[in-house]
């Protein structure tokens, strides 16, 4: 059943209809907190695609805890990762975006967007350090 639905909520995400992809991904998340019957994987797929949909409406805050959830659920699915990295780099949070990262990369050395995220949060904490030093 939760193959089925997350199917269907990702059809929906890929067709950008967030409200209806958020409410399948919840119905998801909700039926495996009452089974134990949902692979760590499709409940983790969950929270991260839902986090997808909060993080298309700025929801930034709402968004890093699906992230986080799905992080808790699958310690070693290096997408919400990677997606938490980005929400933290974009509010600025270059430490905590680099540790996201580089554990991405621990869990995928090929792939090539953290790496890239990596070294760009690295520069812009540079920057903004010098800003503030007034260097």
Partial sequence: MEQDLLHKANEELERRCLDAAEELYGKIIDSCAQQSKCSPQDLATAYNNRGQVKYYRVDFYEAMDD????????????????NRGLVLYRLGYFD???????????????????RISLQQSFL??????RRLSGI
Wanted: hydrophobic fraction near 35%; glycine fraction near 0%.
């Fill in 124 to 129: 812009d904490k540079e920057e903004k350090r």
């Fill in 67 to 82: 992230y986080t959830e799905a992080i808790r659920v699958n310690p070693d699915f290096e997408i919400p990762y990677y």
């Fill in 96 to 114: 905590e975006a680099i540790k996201d990262f580089q554990r991405v990369l621990e869990l995928n050395a090929q792939f090539e967007q953290a």
